[in-house]
């Protein structure tokens, strides 16, 4: 049986959460500079047209997941249908890495999101993440072109409804 994921909204009480999770290196590998993505991270707090969740089974937290308006940002992908959301992620405790659970909760996540009327998930994994695009491809996501972003070049990946 499949473990449940809970996605609960982000909130100052776990910045220190995320803060240590950024530093780690598993998580620094692809994110970078732990203190310039927590600057990134807690100053989204109040963006409107981003949605941040902690994610937890079992009554633990263990990871990071950020939802946001495609079309606020100048993303580089191309055009895309109107309301398309991009997601980036990241599993924070070593334990739960290469257990299953970062295709399972982003499955979760992508088919709650499109049950509720979103038309398209995007998602531009680094060329180099080959378990990122693997926990993609299999909670459902097709590869669609490559993307340069400002972290360099990307495979955009997308999920429609």
Same mark, same amino acid.
């Given at each position: 049986?499949?473990?449940?994921?809970?996605?609960?909204?982000?909130?100052?009480?776990?910045?220190?959460?995320?803060?240590?999770?950024?530093?780690?290196?598993?998580?620094?590998?692809?994110?970078?500079?732990?203190?310039? !993505?927590?600057?990134?991270?807690?100053?989204?707090?109040?963006?409107?047209?981003?949605?941040?969740?902690?994610?937890?089974?079992?009554?633990?937290?263990?990871?990071?997941?950020?939802?946001?308006?495609?079309?606020?940002?100048?993303?580089?992908?191309?055009? !895309?249908?109107?309301?398309?959301?991009?997601?980036?992620?990241?599993?924070?405790?070593?334990?739960?890495?290469?257990?299953?659970?970062?295709?399972?909760?982003?499955?979760?996540?992508?088919?709650?999101?499109?049950?509720?009327?979103?038309?398209?998930?995007?998602?531009?994994?680094?060329?180099?993440?080959?378990?990122?695009?693997?926990?993609?491809?299999?909670?459902?996501?097709?590869?669609?072109?490559?993307?340069?972003?400002?972290?360099?070049?990307?495979?955009?990946?997308?999920?429609?409804?």
């Amino acid at each position: 049986m499949a473990p449940d994921y809970v996605f609960h909204p982000m909130t100052e009480a776990d910045l220190p959460l995320v803060r240590r999770w950024l530093g780690l290196p598993h998580v620094r590998k692809w994110w970078g500079d732990p203190d310039d !993505q927590y600057a990134l991270v807690s100053g989204d707090l109040d963006e409107p047209a981003m949605d941040q969740y902690i994610v937890s089974t079992g009554g633990n937290d263990f990871g990071y997941l950020q939802c946001y308006d495609q079309t606020a940002w100048n993303s580089g992908f191309g055009d !895309q249908p109107e309301g398309t959301r991009g997601i980036d992620l990241f599993i924070g405790e070593p334990d739960m890495i290469e257990c299953g659970h970062g295709s399972a909760f982003i499955r979760a996540f992508a088919d709650d999101r499109l049950r509720r009327g979103t038309p398209r998930l995007v998602v531009d994994p680094d060329l180099a993440n080959r378990r990122a695009i693997r926990a993609y491809a299999k909670a459902g996501f097709g590869e669609d072109h490559m993307v340069d972003t400002p972290d360099g070049p990307a495979l955009l990946m997308v999920r429609d409804a």
